[in-house]
């Protein structure tokens, strides 16, 4: 497989994995169908619990209400007795004696379910001795030690819920009372029955209407069902009130309803929660039919009531069903469209870099008698503009040395002139026959972000034919297309601006200097199994020249390269720092190559100082960038023996460090 891709063109390699991509892409849309049922129906269980959540705390909170405004009107009408027999006391129409009396058998009078009843509590003497005014069997007794007496003591009115149980009884029970205060004798008057007997006391109409108005499950596909262990209807959406104990699954022709009520009998006071499938008759506005449900029930011991929420499953799996049918349909479209963009645009792009590859070609032969015209304004254009620009240039400095060897009377000034040309030149050969390499790697470049633009389209495509196409999705799928198409043209700036021979002092951030240079060299990174590991999160803005920084960059790595390639694929480690200190900008080249001999290291810097064989390299490249750090940038550019550690192992190759002015 490795000797037929590298024997095909690029236009062929870029075919081949297109579509070996889309079989894959369509074994997995078979594969994966079943897993989007899966997930259908696991999120419609969510939905359920949440939903049958949600209705038993509206539940609870309705009937909190109800009980709460229904205690409070208690206690608001036995003020009111009390306050009419102290206004009769006041007017000298009876005694203080007899209005006591009279409230006292008055408010004795209401019981508030089975064993509820009103009572005073009189708090004059203060909170270490408060007792019972009013109360059917402990009138009179002392009962500040009690904590929730303690809590009426402090708030005097409003609601208060608190466990009591009575000597006679085996564990405690919930009670409920509202508080109103009767400041003239200082009493609290409390309606404290057991929360559990006032349900029964509970207006269902009301409580139907209002839970109907907050409930959001009421069409015919879904909809909340409350019942009581007698089987019948405490809420539906439209038959409230009915009896369903017979219910019958078509199936099993089990009777699920009476079932699910003896087993939440078994477990009278015990929370229970669970799943029913189950099949049954519906009427539905296109008529009868069979339909297949699937419920999920909380039974709630306090009210004995099971809420529960009913879903049609026909209609949850109404979308994936029409996804299936229209699937091998879209499936051939998705092959038939995305093969013919692949063929159209490969062609066009291949055609234009053509020209450039045998610009470069020439490049490599020394022979710059090139001439690059600007076909388009796209970022190829741009690229040719820049190639032109800098062959250009080259041919420039080759005249004027010409003029420089046929003039005698700068002959002093001739040898002077004619090394600092031929560094410069060498310099731009450098980096014009380098950029041949990296040119042929365009394509492989954009390989990756052209297969994800053909994906997207194609993943629209499917989603809008099927008919599951949602705003998040088209939003998500566009910027994914842009981010790769953003990728396109920043390949094609990187490689422009490597090109262009240009180099003015401007200002840039140094961390995109450094992405920029990995963009160029990515191809080489990933054919000698290259591991890049970078510590770049400080964002440091400095005035230089770009361009002429990732040229050392570049020479860095090409030193660094030729080491590593020695080393198991697993040990080729290439660390690249970013760090400041005092204005400076620090960027460390670490490779794990073992290092420079000491005898060596001193000369790196010397002009054709080179331990290759000739055909490897001229020695130029650390030269070249020394003087462009110390002499242009006004830096330092240092190298070293160093140790470091990387995924918790201790390497040990050779460090260069480049420090510049931040400003």
């Known amino acids: ?30 594969l994966i169908l079943p897993k989007i049922k899966n997930t259908i129906l696991d999120n419609s269980k969510k939905e359920m619990i949440s939903n049958t959540t949600l209705t038993a705390t509206m539940t609870a909170s309705l009937f909190d209400s109800a009980i709460k405004n229904y205690l409070r009107a208690i206690s608001e009408t036995h003020l009111n007795t009390v306050t009419y027999q102290y206004n009769q006391y006041k007017a000298g129409t009876i005694t203080k004696e007899e209005a006591i009396s009279n409230s006292e058998k008055l408010l004795l009078a209401h019981k508030i379910g089975k064993s509820g009843y009103v009572t ?33 003591y402090k708030r005097k009115t409003g609601y208060l819920a608190f466990k009591w149980k009575n000597p006679n009884e085996k564990k405690e029970r919930l009670k409920v009372s509202y508080m109103s205060y009767f400041e003239p004798w200082k009493w609290i008057l409390s309606a404290a029955p057991y929360k559990e007997e006032l349900y029964s006391l509970v207006n269902l109409e009301d409580f139907r209407n209002n839970l109907h108005r907050t409930n959001i499950n009421k069409n015919e596909h879904k909809f909340s069902l409350i019942l009581d262990l007698n089987g019948d209807i405490v809420y539906h959406p439209t038959l409230s009130g009915k009896n369903i104990l017979k219910a019958q699954d078509i199936n099993s022709k089990k009777y699920f309803i009476k079932d699910l009520i003896n087993e939440c009998k078994l477990n009278a006071n015990k929370s229970t929660k669970g799943w029913i499938d189950f099949k049954n008759k519906k009427i539905y ?8 449900r699937t419920m999920y029930y909380i039974y709630i011991p306090e009210y004995k009531w099971i809420i529960s929420t009913i879903v049609d499953q026909d209609y949850i799996l109404k979308p994936y069903k029409e996804l299936q049918t229209s699937f091998i349909i879209v499936l051939f479209i998705m092959f038939l469209a995305i093969l013919i963009l692949t063929f159209l645009s490969t062609n066009y792009i291949l055609s234009r870099i053509k020209n450039l590859e045998d610009a ?9 008698n090139i001439d690059i015209k600007r076909n388009s304004n796209d970022e190829i254009g741009d690229l040719e503009y820049a190639f032109s620009k800098a062959v250009y240039k080259i041919n420039k400095l080759i005249t004027k040395q010409n003029k420089l060897n046929n003039s005698l009377e700068y002959r ?15 310099f731009e050969s450098s980096k ?34 099927c008919g599951v196409l949602t705003d998040d999705d088209f939003t998500k799928i566009c910027t994914d297309i842009n981010k790769s198409t953003q990728f396109l043209s920043k390949t094609i700036d990187n490689f422009r601006n490597f090109i262009n021979s240009d180099s003015n002092k401007e200002k840039f951030i140094l961390n995109e200097n450094i992405d920029s240079f990995l963009y160029i060299v990515n191809s080489s990174i990933m054919e000698n ?7 770049t999160q400080e964002q440091i803005e400095i005035n230089s020249y770009s361009n002429n920084l990732i040229q050392c960059y570049i020479n860095i790595f090409n030193n660094a390269k030729d ?42 810097f010397e002009p054709y100082f080179t331990t290759k064989h000739q055909s490897q390299g001229v020695g130029l490249g650390l030269h070249m960038t020394h003087n462009l750090i110390t002499d242009k940038m006004k830096g330092t550019f240092i190298a070293k023996n160093s140790t470091f550690i990387i995924e918790n192992k201790q390497y040990k190759g050779a460090e260069f460090i480049i420090t510049i002015p931040i400003s």
């Open 529 to 535: 199994k290259i591991q890049i590991v970078l510590d």
């Open 285 to 292: 506005k296109e008529g009868v039919y069979s339909t297949q």
């Open 360 to 368: 470069s070609a020439k490049l490599l032969q020394n022979d710059y």
């Open 1 to 30: 497989m490795s000797t037929f891709l590298q024997n095909l063109k690029l236009k062929n390699k870029i075919l081949f994995f297109i579509i070996i991509s889309l079989l894959i892409i369509s074994i997995a849309m078979l």
């Open 563 to 604: 080491v590593l390639i020695n080393q198991a694929e697993d040990k080729r480690f290439l660390s690249i720092t970013l760090s400041s200190k005092d204005n400076q900008a620090i960027i460390s080249f670490k490779d794990c190559g073992n290092g420079i001999e000491d005898d060596i290291l001193p000369k790196i």
């Open 412 to 426: 002093i000034t001739k040898e002077v002139e004619k090394n600092r040309l031929r560094e410069l030149q060498l």
């Open 432 to 465: 014009l026959s380098a950029m041949g390499d990296l040119i042929g790697n365009i394509a492989h470049q954009w390989r990756q972000p052209l297969s994800a633009i053909s994906t997207g389209i194609t993943g629209l495509q499917v989603q809008k034919e």
């Open 120 to 152: 005073s509590v009189d708090i004059s003497k203060g909170k270490e001795n408060i007792t019972l005014a009013i109360h059917p069997k402990a009138k009179g007794v002392k009962i500040s030690k009690f904590p929730f007496v303690q809590e009426m």
